[in-house]
């Protein structure tokens, strides 16, 4: 357990529709990125939240959100749902802002699988 | 546009052979990681390099980056069936917040 939890770990849904995706960082991490994994395209930074503010975004769609809230837990938001969404998404944390000032790299969440049918 | 390509993509080797992944990025970078992915898992973080000239090694893997190059090489050292995965570098811009991947070296370790 990298003590990163993401939930569910799976999720089949319909074209059109929106999904919620949650994440939950290693105790004591503040920064909280979100990652998107397929086949064609690797693995994809979409967002970044730093103890609750937005800090950097990646290749993030428009039809796609996401907030981190006092607890510090973050959720993905993906709507409008097309087969190409269909993926290995990834939530992982860190301490602080950068990881150039730490010993160790992001921690992983275990992912969720979604599947747009 | 940071660029991190990772060759080869696809290794198959017998155990007990020495090999290496190469990975070379396109910006001025002093911070990259590895990360290990077995399939349908997540990815576990091996080693974070910071400086030029650093070296790490555990087991039977050996992490190098020379920033100057903007190359970073994973030595394989007489492989063994146990390290079959993908293997992924990630470079932080030094002004940047996220990693950034490349597509990932498949190894496969055969008798």
């Known amino acids: 357990d990298s003590g990163v939890t993401q939930t569910p770990k799976h999720l089949i849904t319909a074209t059109g529709q929106r999904v919620t995706l949650r994440c939950s960082p290693r105790?004591?991490?503040?920064?909280v990125y979100w990652y998107q994994q397929s086949l064609d395209q690797g693995l994809q930074f979409l967002i970044q939240y730093y103890n609750g503010e937005e800090r950097a975004k990646g290749n993030i769609l428009e039809r796609f959100s996401a907030q981190q809230f006092p607890d510090l837990h973050s959720e993905l938001n993906l709507s409008s749902l097309e087969l190409g969404d269909s993926a290995l998404y990834f939530c992982a944390s860190s301490v602080g802002l950068t990881q150039g000032k730490e010993s160790y790299g992001y921690t992983f969440g275990s992912g969720t699988r979604l599947t747009v049918v | 546009e940071l660029k991190v390509e990772q060759n080869p993509l696809f290794l198959s080797m017998q155990e007990g052979k020495n090999y290496t992944i190469y990975c070379n990025y396109s910006t001025t970078s002093d911070r990259l990681y590895w990360y290990r992915q077995d399939p349908g898992k997540s990815l576990e973080s091996l080693f974070v390099?910071?400086?030029?000239?650093a070296v790490k090694q555990e087991g039977r893997l050996m992490a190098s980056l020379d920033t100057k190059a903007r190359l970073s090489t994973l030595h394989i050292t007489a492989a063994v069936h146990d390290l079959s995965a993908t293997y992924f570098c990630a470079v932080l811009l030094n002004s940047g917040y996220a990693l950034n991947f490349g597509k990932g070296t498949s190894l496969l370790v055969t008798p």
């Open positions: 390099l910071l400086s030029n000239g």
């Open positions: 105790s004591g991490d503040l920064s």
